[in-house]
């Protein structure tokens, strides 16, 4: 698998809690989107581990294809 799946082609709005691990899917395969279920196995891509600094509401990529993994950074916008 070289490209990520896109299960969505903006950013998903979610609420994290302070000094949660939070485990980002990269791979797009994932049926709990936007955060891994283990569904990357064998595709070569990892998930990507953030940890929550405060109570927020972040953006996070749906389109996999971000250069700020997790967060979106609009890039969807040029597809």
Not at 3 to 32: A, F, H, I, N
Not at 40 to 64: E, Q, R, S, V, W
């Amino acid at each position: 698998m070289t490209e990520p799946l896109m299960p969505r082609k903006d950013c998903y709005e979610v609420d994290v809690e302070p000094g949660r691990e939070y485990w980002w899917c990269s791979c797009g395969r994932s049926q709990t989107q936007p955060f891994c279920d283990g569904s990357h196995k064998d595709t070569g891509f990892k998930p990507k581990m953030f940890t929550a600094a405060a109570h927020l509401t972040l953006y996070l990529c749906g389109c996999k294809r971000t250069t700020d993994a997790p967060y979106c950074d609009g890039t969807h916008a040029m597809l």
